[in-house]
């Protein structure tokens, strides 16, 4: 800026005969009185001391003052005598660039909140929230079906690791978004969404495998536009979906809803069809990408003497079963072993079958179980007995070859596995024998060698992995195969995974893998689409977060059906919630890292150097901003960060 | 009608406000203070006052919150006391040098440390160079009047001033006071008629950056208003007597035109000395009083007329400004300085921090005051106890 100018011109003389003195811009700040000398009678202040005295102010407008240019004339101020009895100044102080000051500044940069990150399927868990607090039910399951097919599904049996990662839970208590999306799915089940699919392609993909990573593969590559066939070995689609999880969390009417959305997209569906066994996999040649999904159907076993008899199943058999045929009699006394989701099924299951004893063993305590804790807990309601520290190390069997007792032994946790877990010990002397009609062994699944071709093997050394076959050629893989996480929603995400692989490889363009992840997360369907853009890619923790802006409210509850009324047959045990509880729940967001328009850095930027643009985004006039960075301290969420001035404003 | 009510000191003033018809309201709590604004809670809540009330996080803010709203032209009131008033400091010279007309009642309390929430004269002392006008009460009548008559004082000088009252003697104690009717206060304050005042029309910046090309003149203007304070105080006092039948003006006098000693005093100790000084003309002695009512700004010509017949001038001080003495006997020293035939000034130093100025102790002070070698009475502490006098620290 400049100096003073030191040759005060001998200006006009005033009525009161005191002469108008001429300051460059950086004194017209020393001056209380900043103004023009040739003032309009509509801008005088009209203040003074016992008489009316004007302040003139300026011509020009405050606005035309503002924005940034140097000004080339001189302020001028106004008459020096009759004074206001007091310092008042209509002048603009617009030319004082106080943004040269700063050594740190503000810059909006929207972040993903945790909760998408959490999600394999990247749900844009905030952005529904924002809709459901505004009653938009159509607008959210539009978001979600953006990223994932079964959102009646996942507000059921998902194992939600978005409320895991929900920055609120290190406040009071995570969102409860499945609840949620549950109850969006429900509140939309009626509506004719008349999803829309991309430009129809001339290429056709073929599917092996109707579980949710095969059915969400050919979700997503119809509303790309393929023509995708879909191969089934049981007789209906839906994969461990219908032939595992029970209907009591999962009822049939909403997978069978979900499942029929896809189909209803043109899917061709060749159910009963086992590839490799009713047909060879040389039928799929013809295709142009096929795709592989076969889930993991064969069911571990302990490797104990009995494990064979006929009264001895598997988890998943023991469930698909059940989910076939419907409840059958096994006897009074049950007994299983596992203590994963699947073992839990069993349990809770047979009680409602009628089953008036059932037994859990399972080697390690209630702690390192797989099974998520909410079931384990409701199968404690339902009255299962719960041995921990408990393995089995015989069946006892008659001449019938039939298990008349299990014979275990007590363990006890020594130093952790490779599984991170604590490894179980056997205590010798500890053993004793427990009486069964029935037994049920779930301790977990591995892949069944007939379903993929005989040569093939898992690559792993692309971006999305491949199943390789010397005879037939790659495969795009998903599901449990390709999966470390074994559950649903990651069976969805790699379903996702595939269809963009192939569509990418299909119309040559290369997929920007590290762009479509949100953050460190899963794969971001929008973002494939270039519905929206990846920004800066990166997740939010919960220091960010501005608690004095948050009050303390636990989350919405689950209401669950009694257990007296639950036990006596399948009906659904979570209730969902109501609408209000879903506003209430809504409300409770903290939108981490994205910007909602609250107006906090508006009303407390102390320079005015925020602007409220129309379309109620905000930006930041650099030229007066001191960088004292009270608008991202008092940012509710995070959305503004301060950055070394050196950097660019839209860098990274 | 007026009526008469028995009342606190501290409700005196919240009467006051109300019959004001103050606007804006804002206060933080101390004690001796907190009655005040608690009744004034009380008033806004029952719709009695229809005054907004804030309620803010130190005293600090809320002399700043009274700022902005007198800015946009409306009458306001805070109180405080002692520390609160302290913390304010900044603002007090903010407020006079924005020429708002604001009100505010201090409740004299001692400084700390050592805390203390007793009478003491040095909070309000210590602003004296602020610019606000500063009136000293010596009953919960006066306390009442004067806050009406300091409306009148400030809306018509653009200046803010201060009613001053001791902690407890009459913040706490109750006296009867005759409270007057609403109409015959609207007569006498009429609705504020800002002069300086923020149109949201014509936006304007207060108090902005001002060269030296200008700062001088309105510290000059301030002086002026101080000055015209002076001829406005006997006359609006003089007004305030004609309506509500008593009498206000720079100064109280009684028994001075024969006086040999004259006493000074302010605040509610002048009662005290009242009751002594009449004991003592019943013996034949020919001894008067000064009361200092307002103290700033500084009455000098009514002080020069009244205290230069006097062959010696005995003045009391409840407040010590350490290395020099009491703090009214200093202005009245500087006050008859250049007259050629000047009293005798003796400066006493009595009743810090709460300690009670009682008839024996100023019996004593008048005795001594009548036999000390005039030069040795620059700075004498009254009421000291013994052992104290004679150790050095």
Same mark, same amino acid.
């Given at each position: =800026?400049?100096?003073?100018?030191?040759?005060?011109?001998?200006?006009?003389?005033?009525?009161?005969?005191?002469?108008?003195?001429?300051?460059?811009?950086?004194?017209?700040?020393?001056?209380?009185?900043?103004?023009?000398?040739?003032?309009?009678?509509?801008?005088?202040?009209?203040i003074g001391d016992g008489?009316?005295?004007?302040?003139?102010?300026?011509?020009?407008?405050?606005?035309?003052?503002?924005?940034?240019?140097?000004?080339?004339?001189?302020?001028?101020?106004?008459?020096?005598?009759?004074l206001p009895i007091a310092p008042i100044?209509?002048?603009?102080?617009?030319?004082?660039?106080? +943004?040269?000051?700063?050594?740190?500044?503000?810059?909006?940069?929207?972040?993903?909140?945790?909760?998408?990150?959490?999600?394999?399927?990247?749900?844009?868990?905030?952005?529904?929230?924002?809709?459901?607090? +505004?009653?938009?039910?159509?607008?959210?399951?539009?978001?979600?079906?953006?990223?994932?097919?079964?959102?009646?599904?996942?507000?059921?049996?998902?194992?939600?690791?978005?409320?895991?990662?929900?920055?609120?839970?290190?406040?009071?208590?995570?969102?409860?978004?499945?609840?949620?999306?549950?109850?969006?799915?429900?509140?939309?089940?009626?509506?004719?969404?008349?999803?829309?699919?991309?430009?129809?392609?001339?290429?056709?993909?073929?599917?092996?495998?109707?579980?949710?990573?095969?059915?969400?593969?050919?979700?997503?590559?119809?509303?790309?536009?393929?023509?995708?066939?879909?191969?089934?070995?049981?007789?209906?689609?839906?994969?461990?979906?219908?032939?595992?999880?029970?209907?009591?969390?999962?009822?049939?009417?909403?997978?069978?809803?979900?499942?029929?959305?896809?189909?209803?997209?043109?899917?061709?569906?060749?159910?009963?069809?086992?590839?490799?066994?009713?047909?060879?996999?040389?039928?799929?040649?013809?295709?142009?990408? /096929?795709?592989?999904?076969?889930?993991?159907?064969?069911?571990?076993?302990?490797?104990?003497?009995?494990?064979?008899?006929?009264?001895?199943?598997?988890?998943?058999?023991?469930?698909?079963?059940?989910?076939?045929?419907?409840?059958?009699?096994?006897?009074?006394?049950?007994?299983?072993?596992?203590?994963?989701?699947?073992?839990?099924?069993?349990?809770?299951?047979?009680?409602?079958?009628?089953?008036?004893?059932?037994?859990?063993?399972?080697?390690?305590?209630?702690?390192? =179980?797989?099974?998520?804790?909410?079931?384990?807990?409701?199968?404690?309601?339902?009255?299962?007995? =719960?041995?921990?520290?408990?393995?089995?190390?015989?069946?006892?069997?008659?001449?019938?070859?039939?298990?008349?007792?299990?014979?275990?032994?007590?363990?006890?946790?020594?130093?952790?596995?490779?599984?991170?877990?604590?490894?179980?010990?056997?205590?010798?002397?500890?053993?004793?024998?427990?009486?069964?009609?029935?037994?049920?062994?779930?301790?977990?699944?591995?892949?069944?060698? $007939?379903? =993929?071709?005989?040569?093939?093997?898992?690559?792993?050394?692309?971006?999305?992995?491949?199943?390789?076959?010397?005879?037939?050629?790659?495969?795009?893989?998903?599901?449990?195969?390709?999966?470390?996480?074994?559950?649903?929603?990651?069976?969805?995400? $790699?379903?996702?995974?595939?269809?963009?692989?192939?569509?990418?490889?299909?119309?040559?363009?290369?997929?920007?893998?590290?762009?479509? /992840?949100?953050?460190?997360?899963?794969?971001?369907?929008?973002?494939?689409?270039?519905?929206?853009?990846?920004?800066?890619?990166?997740?939010?923790?919960?220091?960010?977060?501005?608690?004095?802006?948050?009050?303390?409210?636990?989350?919405?509850?689950?209401?669950?059906?009694?257990?007296?009324?639950?036990?006596?047959?399948?009906?659904?045990?979570?209730?969902?919630?109501?609408?209000?509880?879903?506003?209430?729940?809504?409300?409770?967001?903290?939108?981490?890292?994205?910007?909602?328009?609250?107006?906090?850095?508006?009303?407390?930027?102390?320079?005015?150097?925020?602007?409220?643009?129309?379309?109620?985004?905000?930006?930041?006039?650099?030229?007066?901003?001191? +960088?004292?960075?009270?608008?991202?301290?008092?940012?509710?969420?995070?959305?503004?960060?301060?950055?070394?001035?050196?950097?660019?404003?839209?860098?990274? | 009608?007026?009526?008469?009510?028995?009342?606190?000191?501290?409700?005196?003033?919240?009467?006051?406000?109300?019959?004001?018809?103050?606007?804006?309201?804002?206060?933080?709590?101390? &004690?001796?203070?907190?009655?005040?604004?608690?009744?004034?809670?009380?008033?806004?809540?029952?719709?009695?006052?229809?005054?907004? *009330?804030?309620?803010?996080?130190?005293?600090?803010?809320?002399?700043?919150?009274?700022i902005?709203?007198a800015t946009?032209g409306?009458?306001?009131?805070?109180?405080?006391?002692?520390?609160?008033?302290?913390?304010?400091?900044?603002?007090?010279h903010w407020s006079a040098g924005s020429r708002l007309p604001l009100?505010?009642?201090?409740?004299?309390?001692?400084?700390?440390?050592?805390?203390?929430?007793?009478?003491?004269?040095?909070?309000?002392?210590?602003?004296?160079?602020?610019g606000w006008l500063?009136?000293? #009460?010596?009953?919960?009548?006066?306390?009442?009047?004067?806050?009406?008559?300091?409306?009148?004082?400030a809306e018509s000088l653009s200046m803010p001033v201060?009613?001053?009252?001791?902690?407890?003697?009459?913040?706490?104690?109750?006296?009867?006071?005759?409270?007057?009717?609403?109409?015959?206060?609207?007569?006498?304050?009429?609705?504020?008629?800002s002069r300086t005042k @923020?149109?949201?029309?014509?936006?304007?910046?207060f108090g902005?950056?001002?060269?030296?090309?200008?700062?001088?003149?309105f510290r000059?203007m301030m002086q002026q208003a101080h000055?015209?304070?002076?001829?406005?105080?006997?006359?609006?006092?003089?007004?305030? !007597?004609?309506? %509500?039948?008593?009498?206000?003006?720079?100064?109280?006098?009684?028994?001075?035109?024969?006086?040999?000693?004259?006493?000074?005093?302010? !605040?509610?100790?002048?009662?005290?000395?009242?009751?002594?000084?009449?004991?003592?003309?019943?013996? !034949?002695?020919?001894?008067?009083?000064?009361?200092?009512?307002? %103290?700033?700004? %500084?009455?000098?010509?009514?002080?020069?007329?009244? @205290?230069?017949?006097?062959?010696?001038?005995?003045?009391?001080?409840?407040?010590?400004?350490? !290395? #020099?003495?009491?703090? *009214?006997?200093?202005?009245?020293?500087?006050?008859? #300085?250049?007259?050629?035939?000047?009293?005798?000034?003796?400066?006493?130093?009595?009743?810090?921090?709460?300690?009670?100025? &009682?008839?024996?102790?100023?019996?004593?002070?008048?005795?001594?005051?009548?036999?000390?070698?005039?030069?040795?009475?620059?700075?004498?502490?009254?009421?000291?106890?013994?052992?104290?006098?004679?150790?050095?620290?």
């Amino acid at each position: =800026m400049s100096k003073p100018n030191q040759t005060a011109q001998p200006g006009k003389t005033a009525t009161t005969g005191a002469p108008v003195r001429t300051i460059e811009p950086a004194v017209a700040a020393t001056g209380g009185l900043a103004a023009d000398d040739e003032p309009t009678a509509e801008s005088h202040a009209v203040i003074g001391d016992g008489s009316n005295v004007s302040v003139p102010a300026p011509n020009k407008s405050a606005a035309e003052r503002q924005g940034g240019s140097e000004r080339s004339e001189p302020i001028r101020f106004g008459p020096s005598f009759p004074l206001p009895i007091a310092p008042i100044s209509q002048g603009t102080t617009a030319f004082i660039h106080t +943004g040269s000051w700063r050594y740190l500044k503000p810059r909006y940069v929207n972040k993903v909140p945790p909760c998408r990150v959490g999600c394999p399927a990247a749900m844009p868990v905030e952005r529904v929230m924002t809709l459901v607090e +505004g009653g938009k039910y159509e607008a959210a399951i539009r978001e979600i079906l953006d990223e994932n097919p079964f959102p009646g599904i996942c507000g059921r049996v998902c194992y939600h690791p978005c409320e895991t990662a929900c920055n609120r839970g290190q406040y009071d208590s995570p969102l409860a978004i499945q609840l949620t999306e549950r109850f969006i799915a429900d509140e939309t089940a009626d509506l004719d969404l008349q999803l829309e699919g991309g430009p129809r392609q001339k290429e056709s993909v073929a599917i092996v495998g109707g579980g949710p990573a095969g059915m969400a593969a050919a979700y997503f590559l119809l509303r790309l536009g393929y023509q995708v066939t879909l191969f089934e070995a049981e007789n209906r689609l839906g994969g461990i979906l219908r032939y595992g999880i029970p209907p009591y969390r999962l009822p049939r009417a909403i997978l069978d809803q979900e499942l029929n959305r896809v189909v209803a997209l043109g899917l061709k569906v060749q159910s009963g069809v086992r590839v490799g066994r009713d047909i060879p996999w040389s039928a799929l040649r013809g295709f142009n990408a /096929r795709m592989l999904a076969p889930g993991l159907g064969k069911s571990r076993l302990l490797g104990i003497a009995g494990e064979d008899a006929q009264n001895a199943e598997s988890g998943l058999e023991f469930l698909r079963r059940f989910n076939t045929e419907g409840p059958r009699h096994i006897g009074k006394k049950l007994v299983v072993i596992g203590g994963g989701n699947t073992a839990i099924d069993v349990v809770r299951t047979a009680i409602r079958a009628g089953c008036g004893d059932v037994n859990l063993l399972y080697r390690r305590t209630r702690a390192e =179980m797989p099974a998520l804790a909410g079931e384990v807990d409701e199968a404690d309601r339902e009255g299962v007995a =719960m041995s921990f520290l408990s393995l089995p190390i015989r069946f006892i069997v008659d001449t019938a070859n039939r298990v008349v007792a299990v014979e275990a032994v007590k363990m006890k946790l020594s130093e952790p596995d490779e599984s991170n877990r604590p490894r179980p010990i056997p205590i010798p002397g500890s053993e004793w024998i427990i009486e069964t009609d029935h037994v049920v062994v779930a301790v977990g699944e591995s892949e069944h060698a $007939s379903a =993929m071709p005989d040569d093939a093997a898992l690559c792993r050394e692309q971006a999305f992995p491949l199943i390789q076959s010397g005879d037939q050629g790659e495969f795009y893989v998903g599901g449990d195969l390709s999966n470390d996480t074994l559950t649903v929603v990651s069976a969805i995400a $790699s379903g996702k995974r595939a269809a963009i692989a192939i569509d990418s490889d299909l119309r040559g363009r290369l997929a920007d893998w590290k762009a479509i /992840r949100v953050a460190d997360g899963g794969l971001s369907f929008t973002r494939y689409l270039g519905k929206e853009t990846p920004g800066h890619n990166r997740s939010i923790a919960i220091d960010r977060i501005n608690p004095d802006y948050f009050k303390k409210q636990e989350r919405a509850r689950t209401p669950r059906l009694s257990v007296r009324v639950r036990v006596a047959g399948f009906e659904e045990v979570n209730l969902g919630y109501a609408q209000s509880a879903a506003e209430v729940e809504a409300k409770r967001c903290f939108h981490c890292g994205v910007c909602t328009a609250c107006d906090n850095c508006y009303i407390f930027c102390p320079d005015a150097a925020v602007e409220k643009k129309p379309d109620n985004t905000f930006s930041i006039r650099y030229e007066y901003c001191k +960088g004292c960075g009270i608008c991202a301290t008092e940012c509710p969420r995070g959305a503004l960060d301060m950055v070394a001035d050196e950097e660019g404003i839209n860098d990274e | 009608m007026s009526e008469r009510k028995v009342i606190m000191g501290n409700h005196a003033v919240s009467y006051g406000v109300k019959l004001a018809r103050v606007q804006v309201i804002s206060a933080y709590p101390i &004690t001796p203070q907190t009655q005040v604004v608690e009744m004034l809670s009380e008033m806004c809540a029952d719709a009695v006052l229809a005054a907004k *009330f804030l309620k803010v996080e130190s005293e600090h803010s809320a002399l700043a919150a009274v700022i902005g709203a007198a800015t946009l032209g409306v009458r306001t009131f805070t109180a405080t006391s002692a520390q609160g008033l302290a913390l304010m400091h900044e603002l007090v010279h903010w407020s006079a040098g924005s020429r708002l007309p604001l009100v505010m009642a201090d409740v004299n309390r001692a400084m700390a440390p050592g805390w203390s929430i007793w009478p003491d004269q040095l909070d309000a002392l210590s602003q004296r160079d602020t610019g606000w006008l500063q009136l000293y #009460c010596e009953s919960n009548q006066e306390i009442l009047d004067l806050t009406l008559l300091a409306y009148r004082l400030a809306e018509s000088l653009s200046m803010p001033v201060m009613v001053v009252y001791d902690a407890f003697v009459l913040s706490h104690t109750s006296e009867p006071v005759e409270i007057p009717d609403q109409s015959e206060v609207d007569a006498y304050l009429p609705a504020l008629a800002s002069r300086t005042k @923020l149109d949201l029309k014509t936006p304007a910046a207060f108090g902005g950056l001002t060269s030296p090309e200008y700062y001088f003149e309105f510290r000059y203007m301030m002086q002026q208003a101080h000055d015209r304070a002076l001829v406005l105080m006997d006359e609006i006092g003089a007004e305030f !007597g004609r309506r %509500f039948g008593r009498n206000y003006g720079a100064l109280e006098t009684i028994d001075c035109d024969d006086a040999e000693l004259i006493l000074v005093t302010a !605040g509610a100790s002048s009662s005290t000395t009242r009751v002594v000084v009449q004991e003592r003309r019943r013996r !034949g002695q020919n001894i008067g009083i000064v009361k200092l009512r307002l %103290f700033r700004p %500084f009455p000098v010509d009514a002080i020069r007329r009244v @205290l230069r017949k006097a062959r010696r001038v005995a003045v009391i001080d409840r407040n010590l400004s350490v !290395g #020099c003495g009491g703090i *009214f006997a200093q202005e009245i020293r500087a006050a008859l #300085c250049d007259l050629s035939d000047r009293p005798e000034i003796l400066g006493y130093v009595a009743g810090l921090g709460g300690r009670d100025i &009682t008839l024996a102790l100023l019996n004593a002070l008048i005795d001594d005051a009548l036999e000390r070698k005039a030069e040795e009475g620059y700075l004498v502490f009254w009421g000291l106890k013994e052992e104290t006098l004679y150790v050095e620290r």
